[in-house]
């Protein structure tokens, strides 16, 4: 499920192509996709208007389009759920199978496809509204981290997913900023030192910069089918070195021995979701 910095690596690629393109044909094969926004209006408002930007905004791609003849803009947000990709492609390629959304914009294709149809591209742009802080932005300081987490008694892993928390971290950099700054996952969120608040606070914004500083770097094949697709880098480019599993130091490593003292990472269940750990590094 891309996070963050996959998010950022996108929308640094898309940005400069979209600027100033026109939608001049929209198709909508899954309507679920484009809710609450209905079709018609979807239709009605995207029909010849033109992008003038996009940035990232925790997990959300927020799209700012000009509508035709009139000066004010309007949000289209994407959102790519568990599975969900965004790409262009050649105007006379063929569209994919799981495409939910096409833009067509003359010569490309903008393509928002998605086999398990989770994700959003929605003119309803409500719920960026009611994320928290950037983890890369002024407003996350270790005050208010240590502020956020005081009255939680909740697991500080479980707490790190909360998007109203701050915005655009998931399982895979929650496990990865917890290892860095030693702190072990279970840990109710209020009990947390300021000493390991300022550490967690610093790792985050570590392992997130580094991902997208590691994602700036690959080759990508965006609209590609890759074994590698529907995780992260979405379509690593055929014979690119496959080194993604070793950027990581604990996600998804159980039973390998830890990077900094060789004990085996352990994987445990958390609210559903899976935490990988180092139980001797992150001792309670
Ligand atoms: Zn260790």
Redesign the pocket.
């Known amino acids: 499920m891309p996070e963050l910095p996959e998010i950022e690596v996108l929308v640094r690629h898309l940005a400069p192509l979209l600027q100033g393109q026109t939608v001049r044909h929209i198709e909508v094969r899954r309507l679920k996709v484009i809710r609450p926004t209905p079709l018609a209006e979807f239709s009605r408002v995207l029909d010849g208007a033109s992008f003038q930007e996009l940035v990232r905004r925790g997990k959300y791609l927020v799209f700012t389009l000009r509508p035709a003849g009139r000066p004010q803009p309007f949000i289209l947000l994407g959102h790519l759920g568990m599975t969900g990709r965004i790409y262009l492609q050649q105007a006379a390629t063929e569209l994919p199978r799981h495409t939910a959304v096409m833009l067509g914009l003359g010569a490309k294709n903008l393509v928002y496809e998605d086999t398990r149809y989770f994700g959003r591209f929605t003119l309803d742009a409500r719920a960026v509204a009611r994320l928290g802080p950037e983890p890369l932005g002024p407003a996350f300081s270790v005050d208010y981290l240590g502020q956020a987490l005081r009255r939680s008694a909740q697991a500080i892993k479980v707490k790190l997913l909360d998007q109203s928390l701050l915005a655009g971290v998931g399982n895979i950099y929650a496990s990865e900023a917890l290892f860095a700054a030693r702190i072990p996952p279970r840990i109710p969120s209020r009990r947390l030192t300021a000493v390991q608040v300022q550490r967690l606070q610093q790792s985050l914004r570590a392992v997130l910069t580094e991902a997208i500083a590691w994602g700036s770097t690959v080759p990508l094949d965006w609209a590609g089918t890759g074994p590698r697709d529907g995780l992260f880098y979405y379509g690593l480019a055929d014979g690119a070195a496959d080194y993604y599993t070793e950027r990581l130091r604990v996600y998804d490593r159980e039973g390998r021995p830890?990077v900094?003292?060789g004990?085996l990472i352990r994987r445990m269940v958390q609210g559903g979701r899976s935490t990988f750990y180092?139980p001797?590094?992150q001792r309670g």
Do not use: E, L
């Open positions: 830890c900094n003292c004990t180092c001797r590094c």
